[in-house]
């Protein structure tokens, strides 16, 4: 996973062509289409008109020059890609958390998306002060745990918090994917249900919690952080599943080789990823603090067994 095995993307990092044709839903799993091998190019952002453009990070707010840059390249993707929220998969605030913290930790680094009006969504990380959840520009209203949906598009995304998952949590979320119509369920989560990561790896008894309700629901996609680099899980039971925890820290060499949970992953510098949804498809490119996009894919969502494919 050397960089100089990468494509280096234009300085906007970000290809923008046409979609990818010919790719429908099927009844069942989540599917995956990325290129095969790192000598392939990336696959671009579409960047259509009405789609809903987002991106994701985890363990940002340390206020290293990790983090700082990554938000400059952040700000910079968006110039050529304008995504309008950011989900963060906790540990957004990491060591204290006194007033100013908050603005060397987040307000600063991400100022330029923020005056731009992107919204950022927290999740709860093991790291953070549960009072976050009061801080307005995380926009969790109070919620330890919450939903939102996506402003114009037929997507819901479903804020966990994973340190104390108490039964009225799970109770709650259970509610809140059976009757949610969306055709996209997307959960945002601080412990990965998989990771590869040597220092914390998978979240087993969360993952036995949790996981038989995202397949019950049809959950496609989960985001979480907690271990310090970047990963893409091959498709689980049907799901998804990404690892984005060096938003701010970084696990140098931190993914264990050989791993048969990896289908890419990246621990070598600092990653987000930038998403697209558009129909039954949800291109992404994770993208490199000096803007390397190293994973990139369409993910053709989950439909219940019982549904026909078009």
């Known amino acids: 996973m050397r960089t100089h095995r990468l494509l280096v993307a234009s300085s906007l990092v970000l290809l923008l062509t046409a979609c990818t044709p010919g790719i429908v839903p099927q009844s069942g799993p989540a599917t995956v289409v990325s290129p095969r091998t790192r000598a392939e190019p990336p696959i671009a952002m579409p960047n259509r008109e009405g789609s809903l453009k987002f991106a994701v990070l985890g363990d940002s707010g340390n206020a290293s020059k990790g983090q700082y840059d990554l938000g400059a390249q952040m700000a910079k993707t968006h110039q050529a890609f304008p995504f309008e929220l950011v989900l963060m998969s906790g540990d957004n605030l990491i060591g204290s958390e ?14 330029l998306l923020l005056d731009a009006k992107v919204k950022f969504f927290a999740a709860l990380g093991n790291h953070d002060d549960r009072n976050q959840r009061y801080y307005k520009q995380f926009n969790m209203e109070g919620q330890r745990y919450y939903s939102f949906k996506a402003p114009q598009q037929n997507v819901r995304f479903f804020a966990l918090e994973s340190t104390y998952p108490e039964p009225a949590q799970v109770a709650w979320i259970e509610k809140s994917l059976k009757e949610s119509g969306d055709d996209w369920k997307v959960v945002f989560v601080h412990h990965p249900l998989y990771s590869s990561g040597g220092r914390h790896g998978s979240d087993v008894m969360l993952r036995k919690t949790l996981e038989p309700l995202f397949i019950q629901y049809n959950v496609s996609v989960v985001f979480a952080g907690h271990d310090h680099f970047y990963e893409r899980i091959k498709p689980q039971r049907g799901i998804e599943h990404f690892v984005l ?11 264990v080789a050989r791993s048969p949970l990896t289908a890419r992953g990246f621990d070598t510098d600092q990653v987000f990823l930038v998403g697209e949804v558009f129909d039954d498809q949800m291109y992404f490119n994770a993208v490199s603090r000096t803007g390397q996009i190293v994973d990139s894919g369409i993910i053709v969502r989950r439909l219940p067994p019982s549904a026909p494919a078009p």
């Open 245 to 255: 925890g060096s938003g701010g820290r970084l696990s140098v060499g931190d993914i």
């Open 98 to 111: 006194r007033p100013q913290d908050y603005v060397e930790k987040f307000e600063r680094p991400y100022k």
